[in-house]
């Protein structure tokens, strides 16, 4: 087989691949993280039937907002099926509708400072990040967060709509850091 052919088989079979993977992980629940916020590995998604609390991590889909636009163009937002063509994310609920989130270097909520939440002025790529002003979290929305330094979450976002909730994220089989 030559390379061009070779190169073409290579790309059919990783393209089937990846259908039988996202046709089995739409009917199971399954979803391969491949982003550092969380552990690397398979991740069931699981329905929720109540209301996010905090301390929920969860698969939600960003909002088609200039924030989300701009993570997509510096990386830090990959393409997929929610709407906008982003990807979902995995994030931890921190914050609720009506709790007071405070970001001053870090984040606080309800006068509790958040351990690993330090707010970087950068990104590793030398951009400036712009973090939230913070303030009570409106009706609806979600304050979300991950301990990962370079995780991009609610501390450069703010909340966003509960409404975009796929489901409560559950590990199975991950790669400790």
Known sequence: ???RPCAIAIIVVSLATLAV????????GLRVNLTPSYPLGLWRIEPLTRAVAVGDRILICPPQVAAFALARERGYLGRG????????????????AGQHVVIDGSIT???????????RP????????APDAGGIVPTGKLFLF???AGSYDSRYFGPIPAAGVLGLARPVLVLDP
Do not use: Y
């Open 122 to 129: 950068i990104d590793g790529e030398g951009q400036a990040l």
């Open 21 to 28: 993977f996202a046709s089995v992980g739409s009917v199971t």
């Open 109 to 119: 909520v309800d006068g509790v400072r958040l351990a690993h939440s330090f707010v």
């Open 81 to 96: 099926l929610c709407p906008g063509w982003f990807s979902p994310l995995i994030k931890t609920a921190v914050a609720v």
């Open 1 to 3: 087989m030559t390379a």
């Open 146 to 148: 991950s301990e990962f």
